[in-house]
Protein backbone atom coordinates (compact mmCIF):
# COMPACT_ATOMS: atom_id res chain seq x y z
CA UNK A 1 0.00 0.00 0.00
CA UNK A 2 1.29 3.45 -1.04
CA UNK A 3 1.26 6.02 1.68
CA UNK A 4 1.42 9.71 0.71
CA UNK A 5 2.16 12.14 4.07
CA UNK A 6 2.04 15.72 3.40
CA UNK A 7 3.89 18.42 5.20
CA UNK A 8 4.25 22.23 5.49
CA UNK A 9 0.81 23.33 5.51
CA UNK A 10 -0.29 26.53 7.63
CA UNK A 11 -1.12 30.02 7.80
CA UNK A 12 -0.18 33.20 6.10
CA UNK A 13 -0.48 36.24 5.27
CA UNK A 14 -1.60 37.51 1.50
CA UNK A 15 2.17 37.81 0.07
CA UNK A 16 3.83 35.46 1.76
CA UNK A 17 5.20 31.61 1.04
CA UNK A 18 4.53 28.61 2.40
CA UNK A 19 6.22 25.23 0.77
CA UNK A 20 4.25 21.49 0.98
CA UNK A 21 6.24 18.56 1.07
CA UNK A 22 4.96 15.25 -0.12
CA UNK A 23 7.08 12.30 1.02
CA UNK A 24 5.99 8.79 -0.25
CA UNK A 25 6.43 5.12 0.53
CA UNK A 26 8.55 4.14 -2.61
CA UNK A 27 10.35 5.73 -4.67
CA UNK A 28 8.78 8.89 -6.76
CA UNK A 29 10.19 7.61 -9.77
CA UNK A 30 8.14 5.00 -9.39
CA UNK A 31 4.99 6.93 -10.24
CA UNK A 32 3.88 8.27 -13.68
CA UNK A 33 2.93 11.51 -12.49
CA UNK A 34 2.82 13.35 -9.47
CA UNK A 35 0.64 16.43 -7.92
CA UNK A 36 -0.77 18.57 -5.80
CA UNK A 37 -4.87 19.50 -6.19
CA UNK A 38 -6.58 21.42 -3.72
CA UNK A 39 -10.00 21.76 -2.50
CA UNK A 40 -11.68 24.93 -0.98
CA UNK A 41 -15.01 24.70 1.15
CA UNK A 42 -18.17 24.50 -0.86
CA UNK A 43 -15.84 23.79 -3.91
CA UNK A 44 -14.77 20.84 -6.09
CA UNK A 45 -11.10 19.55 -5.67
CA UNK A 46 -8.68 20.79 -8.60
CA UNK A 47 -5.19 20.35 -9.98
CA UNK A 48 -3.24 22.75 -8.56
CA UNK A 49 0.35 21.77 -10.59
CA UNK A 50 1.62 18.09 -11.65
CA UNK A 51 4.89 16.25 -12.62
CA UNK A 52 5.90 13.32 -14.60
CA UNK A 53 8.04 10.73 -14.61
CA UNK A 54 9.98 12.53 -17.18
CA UNK A 55 9.77 15.84 -15.08
CA UNK A 56 7.44 17.62 -17.28
CA UNK A 57 4.93 20.36 -15.27
CA UNK A 58 1.72 21.60 -15.58
CA UNK A 59 -0.19 24.61 -13.30
CA UNK A 60 -3.76 25.62 -13.37
CA UNK A 61 -3.72 29.32 -14.83
CA UNK A 62 -4.36 30.75 -11.56
CA UNK A 63 -1.23 29.83 -9.62
CA UNK A 64 1.41 30.38 -12.83
CA UNK A 65 4.31 32.29 -11.69
CA UNK A 66 3.81 31.95 -8.29
CA UNK A 67 4.13 27.93 -7.66
CA UNK A 68 6.72 25.92 -8.73
CA UNK A 69 6.67 21.87 -8.12
CA UNK A 70 9.66 19.52 -8.35
CA UNK A 71 10.92 16.39 -7.45
CA UNK A 72 13.50 15.24 -5.97
CA UNK A 73 14.15 11.28 -6.40
CA UNK A 74 16.47 10.93 -3.57
CA UNK A 75 14.42 12.13 -0.78
CA UNK A 76 11.24 10.03 -2.50
CA UNK A 77 9.46 13.74 -2.08
CA UNK A 78 7.36 16.32 -4.10
CA UNK A 79 7.35 19.72 -3.26
CA UNK A 80 5.12 22.71 -4.37
CA UNK A 81 6.85 26.14 -3.45
CA UNK A 82 3.85 28.46 -2.83
CA UNK A 83 5.12 32.26 -3.34
CA UNK A 84 3.06 35.49 -3.81
CA UNK A 85 -0.17 33.71 -2.02
CA UNK A 86 -3.64 35.20 -2.03
CA UNK A 87 -6.90 34.53 0.21
CA UNK A 88 -8.04 32.49 -2.96
CA UNK A 89 -5.47 30.06 -2.57
CA UNK A 90 -6.71 29.07 1.04
CA UNK A 91 -7.58 25.08 0.79
CA UNK A 92 -6.89 21.84 2.14
CA UNK A 93 -3.72 20.65 -0.72
CA UNK A 94 -3.92 16.86 -1.22
CA UNK A 95 -0.81 15.12 -2.70
CA UNK A 96 -1.58 12.80 -5.57
CA UNK A 97 0.34 10.22 -7.27
CA UNK A 98 -0.69 8.18 -10.47
CA UNK A 99 0.84 4.91 -10.71
CA UNK A 100 -0.71 1.21 -10.78
CA UNK A 101 -3.92 2.67 -8.96
CA UNK A 102 -4.13 6.59 -7.81
CA UNK A 103 -3.13 7.52 -4.57
CA UNK A 104 -4.08 10.64 -2.49
CA UNK A 105 -2.85 12.03 1.04
CA UNK A 106 -4.57 13.06 3.65
CA UNK A 107 -4.22 17.27 3.25
CA UNK A 108 -2.44 19.54 4.72
CA UNK A 109 -4.57 22.87 5.48
CA UNK A 110 -3.51 26.49 3.73
CA UNK A 111 -4.72 29.69 4.88
CA UNK A 112 -3.98 32.49 3.26
CA UNK A 113 -5.54 35.52 5.40
CA UNK A 114 -5.02 39.12 6.67
Known amino acids: QVQLVESGGGSVQPGGSLRLSCKAS????????MGWYRQAPGKQRELVADITRVRMTNYVDSVKGRFTISRDNAKNTVDLQMNSLKPEDTAVYYC????????WGQGTQVTVSA
Open 26 to 33: RSVSSFYA
Open 96 to 103: NAIGEAQY
